[in-house]
């Protein structure tokens, strides 16, 4: 949860800085523009739609962590949105629109490192790998492409920060997924050695209530 409200502040930044989305959000900024509701609504819906098929090619319902990125990353986009100001001045817009991107990886680093399940834009891009065995950066490549070419046609704003969202967020997702998965991986640990009594230490106030 902490890591969808981490990458929705990143996606709100984005947005706001005006200087472009990442692909499904020009998708959802399109949608907005030509048929009302919000950002996050958009989000939410495109998610139920994109499980929906998902579900159906893989006959099976997807993990706990693609329903949680499904609802509640499209409410904390609204939330965001509605609490940052728009910037002011070029420099603030691009300021926003680089700290959204770093902000955005640390986002998917930390709600990956569970493995709770991915969201419903990986989990169809892993399904339809399975289907087409092509690669999975093939598939991707053409979600991708269709998603922001389909958001663009309705509106939706493609610039400088989409070309760099695109051609970086790997870049940064390599660098902050293992550090987003060591500091959970030490502290699902930590909880274990506190937890278990072979593995923890003897402290002085442990005590089984007898005196």
């Not at 629109?97 to 986002?107: D, N, R, V």
């Not at 492409?145 to 704003?157: A, D, K, R, Y």
Request: with cysteine; charged share 10%; hydrophobic share 55%.
């Amino acid at each position: 949860m902490f890591g969808l409200i981490v990458m929705a502040l990143g996606i709100a930044l984005m947005i706001h800085a005006n200087l472009g989305g990442a692909p499904w959000d020009v998708l959802h900024i399109g949608l907005t523009k030509q048929l009302g509701l919000t950002v996050g609504t958009w989000s939410i819906i495109m998610g139920f739609v994109v499980l929906s098929i998902t579900a159906f090619l893989m006959k099976s319902w997807p993990q706990i962590g693609a329903f949680l990125n499904m609802l509640f990353l499209g409410i904390f986009i609204d939330l965001f949105l509605w609490l940052i100001p728009a910037p002011a001045t070029m420099f603030w817009q691009y300021s926003m629109m680089l700290l959204g991107i770093l902000i955005i990886g640390y986002g998917i680093g930390i709600y990956i490192a569970p493995g709770c399940g991915a969201g419903p834009r990986d989990s169809l891009m892993l399904a339809l790998q399975q289907k087409t065995g092509w690669k999975v950066q093939h598939v991707r490549v053409l979600m991708e492409v269709s998603v922001l070419s389909i958001g663009w046609l309705l509106g939706g704003t493609v610039f400088i920060g989409t070309l760099i969202f695109c051609f970086g967020i790997g870049s940064v997702v390599g660098v902050t997924l293992p550090q987003c998965k060591r500091i959970f991986d030490y502290i699902l640990e930590r909880g274990i050695k506190d937890e278990d009594f072979n593995k923890g230490s003897l402290r002085t106030h442990y005590h089984d209530g007898v005196s």
